[in-house]
């Protein structure tokens, strides 16, 4: 089903005014795919839903938790910009109700997996693995690496990385990704380290399904995220504030999701707590 006049339009003036509040592309993107997966599956234009049309929407749909929030949000923030500028006199995500964040669920990437895809990696696609797998990138920020974002230092090189809401962050490269970032950027001339389509750099959506496919079983790119977290986590000793800044969150709840505390450790503490671990002490 296609998408009527009516959708389009209000889509692209929404968007304009993310735009407008600079709202990162990114972010415009993911709002944009959610509208118009609504407006190709409801029978009316949007300022003539009901709350009741949305919830009937939502409910058909085999969404995750966290996707459920994701959308939500888009329905809201849509909304009240119709509502505030007069173009809708019914909010009709009002019937959606708030979505409590799903209980933690880290998936680090195993040795086996990732040591697999490397193999079979073309040169390009193994610095993709390794800057999401060793350096804790998203996808997005891959894609938008560029020579000037290389920056030499007093101990080796590190990367500046814009991440989520345009907020800049610091990760410091190993020698093996300086040295290939390098001769990356020399060999081009300067400029994006991925030229693509995509204002000028590769589409991180492509990057991403590229790596995904090298990763067996059920395992993505962002997995390798939390490959990163969980190794960051246990070579800062438990340092979460260190985690936290190295992965661009604000948030330290955001290691909870991330890190996957090691089976190892969890095994000695209930052993060192037990009867016989008790009685090996004294």
Do not use: C
Request: charged share 25%.
């Amino acid at each position: 089903m296609g998408i009527s006049d009516a959708w389009r339009q209000a889509i692209d003036d929404y968007l304009g005014v993310l735009t407008a509040a600079g709202a990162p592309k990114t972010t415009r993107g993911t709002r944009r795919q959610h509208l118009e997966h609504m407006a190709r599956r409801v029978g009316e234009g949007p300022w003539a839903l009901t709350p009741d049309d949305v919830v009937d929407y939502a409910e058909t749909q085999d969404w995750a938790s966290e996707t459920r929030r994701g959308r939500r949000a888009t329905f809201v923030g849509f909304w009240a910009w119709a509502m505030e500028t007069g173009r809708a006199d019914v909010d009709a995500s009002s019937g959606l109700r708030a979505i409590r964040p799903s209980d933690p669920d880290p998936r680090p990437v195993p040795d086996d997996v990732y040591l697999a895809a490397l193999a079979r990696a073309d040169e390009l696609e193994a610095l993709w693995i390794d800057l999401a797998a060793e350096h804790g990138l998203r996808r997005a920020e891959i894609a938008r690496i560029a020579s000037s974002d290389i920056v030499p230092t007093l101990l080796g090189h590190d990367l500046r990385v814009q991440g989520k809401g345009k907020k800049i962050r610091v990760v410091p490269l190993t020698p093996a990704m300086a040295r290939a970032l390098l001769e990356r950027s020399a060999a081009l001339g300067g400029g994006w380290l991925w030229p693509g389509d995509d204002d000028g750099h590769v589409s991180p959506r492509w990057l991403g399904k590229r790596v995904t496919r090298l990763l067996d079983g059920a395992w993505t790119i962002h997995k390798l995220r939390h490959r990163a977290a969980t190794r960051f986590w246990l070579a800062s000793d438990g340092d979460a504030y260190l985690v936290a800044d190295l992965m661009g969150w604000a948030n330290l709840n955001m290691v909870r999701r991330y890190v996957a505390l090691p089976s190892d450790r969890k095994r000695a503490i209930v052993l060192a707590a037990s009867r016989s671990g008790a009685s090996i002490a004294a």
